[in-house]
């Protein structure tokens, strides 16, 4: 995979499809490019041009733990210099969980780079904040102090990062043990500002600035409660809710990343807010027609993904 210089460092990208409109897809949690594959090969299937990329300190990109913002503002930074630099923007970001906290980001500081918005899973609530700050965070602080860099190496993200890039593991080695968990206490003390908002992570008032269509849906796990949604379309002025599920309220302990359930529900977003979109373009009709109702990830994923999308194209050209 081509790589591309970004403030600084090399971050690892693909632009899956030739041609079309852009859309970036940017998956959670430390994850490399390899989890939403298969989205982005529904799209450029069908004449879009799908960028995936992984940011910094995850599958391809380079090590770095020098920037002194956090790690969600460092993310929205490098995908818009990342746009710029392959002449893509304005993009439809697609953001799951972490990444739809860096799709925001984008939306609020680099407008220019964004057509519209879909929220996959919106992290919030006392418990998503004491795991992701162990997951993220305290977990390298404890490994680097009990066993040195040697130690960070054999958790469980660094492990599989160096499976594939085995010479990655001498820069790691040699990074200073104490700067490592100096980075980890910067970055850790960004996450935890508005950690316990709502939607975690961002203030009601950055909320309400929001000013790009937005879908927004539930995961119905723990890590990002049904209420967190429900509270984020509340405060976005552009924002359709996607209830996929509507007789189901409780919050369950996980949804298995990749699963058949959570890509479907991806697909309802999208499908939801084409219509929506389309309702504002005087084109409702079309939209009913263009998608039926789908809970299942199969080979159909284009016959989901291709309204929504078209849609957004037509909403600008609307305004």
């Known amino acids: 995979m081509p790589t591309a210089p970004v403030n600084g460092v090399e971050i690892n990208y693909e632009v899956v499809g030739r041609r079309g409109p852009w859309v970036a897809i940017l998956q959670g949690g430390r994850h490399s490019l390899l989890s939403v594959w298969s989205h982005a090969q529904a799209l450029a299937a069908h004449g879009y041009r799908v960028l995936l990329h992984d940011p910094r300190n995850s599958g391809g990109s380079s090590l770095d733990f020098d920037s002194p913002e956090s790690e969600e503002d460092v993310g929205a930074a490098d995908l818009d210099a990342l746009l710029r630099h392959l002449d893509a923007p304005p993009a439809i970001l697609i953001g799951q969980s972490r990444g739809a906290r860096v799709a925001l980001r984008v939306a609020l500081r680099y407008l220019h780079a964004v057509r519209g918005l879909v929220f996959w899973g919106l992290s919030g609530g006392p418990l998503a904040t004491r795991y992701l700050d162990n997951m993220y965070y305290l977990q390298y602080v ?24 085995p010479d990655q593991r001498q820069v790691l080695l040699e990074q200073d043990p104490a700067q490592f968990v100096e980075a980890m206490v910067r970055w850790r003390e960004a996450f935890l500002v508005d950690s316990d908002a709502p ?61 058949t359930r959570e890509v479907g529900r991806v697909a309802e977003i999208l499908r939801d807010h084409q219509a929506r979109v389309a309702h504002r373009s005087s084109l409702r009709r079309l939209g009913a027609k263009l998608i039926g109702p789908v809970r299942r990830a199969d080979g159909r994923i284009w016959a989901i993904l291709r309204g929504p999308i078209d849609a957004f194209h037509r909403w600008e050209a609307s305004r």
């Open 199 to 259: 939607v975690m992570g961002v203030s009601d008032d950055d909320l309400r600035r929001i000013d790009v269509p937005t879908a927004i849906a539930p995961l119905f796990d723990r890590l990002h409660p049904y209420a967190v949604a429900v509270h984020a379309h509340g405060l976005i002025r552009e924002s359709c809710f996607v209830d996929s599920e509507p007789a189901r309220r409780v919050d369950e302990h996980t949804s298995p990343p990749g699963s």
């Open 142 to 165: 404890r490994a680097a102090q009990g066993g040195g860099m040697s130690a960070v190496c054999d958790l469980e993200h660094f492990r599989t990062l160096l499976k594939t890039r």
